[in-house]
């Protein structure tokens, strides 16, 4: 097995070439984007400068194939969002406060914007919140659709940009609580085909938690398969690949009962 | 060693045609790129982007200069120029824009550019059998409007149905009310609606292109305001010449080309002349 360090040079090798291939789209979606929803009505956009026209569908293509595979794995390896966060969250004021009933409760927060935004996409047909700059000087495009934007976009806007400077107070803010995308993925990492796992061998002793830039262990909510984890495991009790389901307690009870050998008789 | 009558040996000779052709080459590389490395900032109505990329690139191509072009919502660009912004050269929609700025003495002069026109689209084939704006009231015609779209794209459209007299019943065959007139015609092109009220530049988007049947709405029906673009220079204009130079290669046949090929009706054509006398686009 590669040394830790190792695995980590090498997802950040993958977040640059990412961050080469989506920056620009992810830019534009975050600031020239005329739509409530950005990076998802591109076929169509007035945008005529932003890549998203030609990357969109195959964005989302290989984002779903990633899902299945990795769950999460978008955040921590491809995201220039979570790269973002990343690097605001190694100057991070507040490290390892956020836990118990807090992180929980805003915790709900991502699954809430990811309703929010289906909300927005499907019943409301995403509605245009600017006047789309239809090409322009990269910079100077931007400040015009802040100009000649509309409240909702503003909001929106600054919203998303104030939670990721979050990002330097707590680790990951936007990523861990807001991010609909990170809702979403969440939920079906439940379903991916591989992943980082806690084995039985597990002290629960959170040295997991310690070290991961997100403060979250394996498995459990907004784990990014990062792989920062498994060498600092005093037990080896993290592995990866395909996890069997865990049979409930009472059915393995059930099934030495059944077979005779239940250490009573 | 000596060659011929005229007494010219074979080396003078070669020499002296490498010199003429070098000399004949350097001043048609000077002139023929006279604004290298010039810059000229040029803003237009978002609608003519399409015209406006290639013909930028053309011009650059031949001139050398560096062209940074904004395209956006017209009446959005003029209000940030009657504003604060500044630009070289302005491409404006609605002359009544290109009057006021020139009357703060922002714009330095215009002329006309092009003219956009409305029309009908259906789905290839126009399966709903549409022959005139007054289809769009008759019973189980599926429409798309889009209102809340920018001004010419949403209210010019329902203006045409209002002057057509078949508001009323459009706007209850509508199924779908959007707010972004590019996204919603894919709805049309994907069959779902029959028909819609769009500028004919729409039709002629490159995603789109022989998606749609085109059917002509009468000119008597259009309102007024969208119909006629205009360019003109800014007192910013740092390099005049340049400045200048662009506005005439914008309004000759080349540049008027690319207006044409994107769906507008140029303005250096019979029917723009036409267009510019009935809208009164003259630089007063």
Same mark, same amino acid.
């Given at each position: 097995m590669p040394s830790i360090s190792a695995i980590q040079w090498k997802r950040r090798g993958t977040q640059l070439i990412f961050l080469w291939f989506l920056g620009e789209f992810s830019y534009y979606g975050m600031f020239r984007c005329p739509f409530a929803v950005p990076y998802v009505s591109c076929a169509n956009c007035p945008v005529v400068q932003c890549p998203g026209r030609k990357l969109w569908l195959s964005f989302w293509l290989i984002l779903l194939c990633s899902a299945i595979f990795f769950g999460r794995a978008f955040c921590g390896y491809a995201c220039p969002g979570g790269m973002i966060s990343q690097v605001l969250g190694k100057a991070?004021?507040?490290?390892?406060?956020?836990?118990?009933l807090a992180d929980r409760l805003l915790g709900i927060g991502k699954y809430v914007a990811a309703l929010a935004v289906l909300y927005v996409l499907f019943p409301m047909h995403n509605p245009r919140w600017a006047i789309p700059i239809r090409t322009g000087e990269f910079f100077h495009s931007t400040t015009l659709t802040f100009e000649h934007a509309n409240s909702f976009w503003l909001v929106r806007t600054w919203f998303v940009l104030g939670a990721l400077a979050l990002g330097i107070m707590i680790p990951h803010f936007w990523c861990r609580y807001l991010c609909p995308t990170g809702g979403i993925l969440d939920i079906l990492k439940r379903f991916s085909l591989l992943r980082y796992f806690k084995t039985e061998a597990c002290t629960d002793c959170n040295e997991c938690r310690n070290i991961c830039e997100i403060e979250t262990r394996p498995e459990?909510?907004?784990?990014?398969?990062?792989?920062?984890?498994p060498e600092i495991c005093p037990v080896s009790a993290i592995e990866f690949g395909w996890k069997k389901r865990k049979i409930p307690k009472i059915e393995k009870e059930v099934k030495v009962a059944a077979s005779g050998r239940s250490g009573y008789a | 060693m000596q060659d011929g009558c005229?007494?010219?040996s074979r080396r003078k000779f070669i020499t002296a045609t490498a010199l003429a052709c070098t000399s004949a080459l350097v001043p048609s590389r000077a002139f023929g790129r006279p604004f290298e490395r010039e810059n000229l900032q040029v803003w237009s109505c978002g609608g003519l982007a399409e015209a406006f990329v290639p013909a930028n690139k053309y011009y650059e191509e031949m001139t050398g200069c560096n062209l940074a072009y904004t395209g956006a919502f017209a009446a959005a660009l003029g209000k940030s120029l009657l504003a604060n912004a500044t630009t070289e050269v302005f491409g404006p929609r609605v002359l009544d824009l290109a009057k006021k700025l020139k009357a703060q003495g922002k714009m330095l002069n215009f002329r006309p550019l092009c003219f956009t026109r409305y029309v009908l689209i259906t789905p290839k084939g126009n399966p709903a059998g549409i022959e005139g704006v007054e289809d769009l009231a008759r019973p189980g015609v599926r429409v798309l409007l889009? &209102?809340?779209?920018?001004p010419p794209g949403g209210k010019a459209t329902m203006v045409v149905l209002k002057k057509a007299g078949v508001l009323e019943g459009a706007q209850k065959n509508a199924i779908r009310l959007g707010d972004c007139v590019q996204r919603e015609v894919a709805i049309v092109a994907s069959g779902k609606a029959d028909v819609s009220v769009v500028e004919y530049r729409i039709a002629k988007l490159p995603q789109f292109r022989g998606k749609f049947d085109v059917i002509d709405i009468p000119?008597?029906?259009?309102?007024?305001? &969208?119909i006629p673009f205009t360019i003109g220079i800014m007192k910013w204009a740092k390099n005049m010449e340049l400045a200048e130079d662009f506005v005439k290669f914008i309004t000759s046949e080349k540049g008027q080309s690319f207006f044409e090929r994107a769906g507008f009706i140029p303005a250096l054509s019979e029917e723009g002349e036409r267009l510019t006398k009935k809208y009164g686009v003259k630089d007063a």
């Open positions: 991070a004021l507040v490290r390892g406060r956020m836990k118990g459990e909510a907004n784990c990014t398969n990062c792989a920062a984890c | 005229n007494g010219l889009s &209102p809340d779209s920018s000119e008597r029906f259009f309102p007024p305001p &969208p």
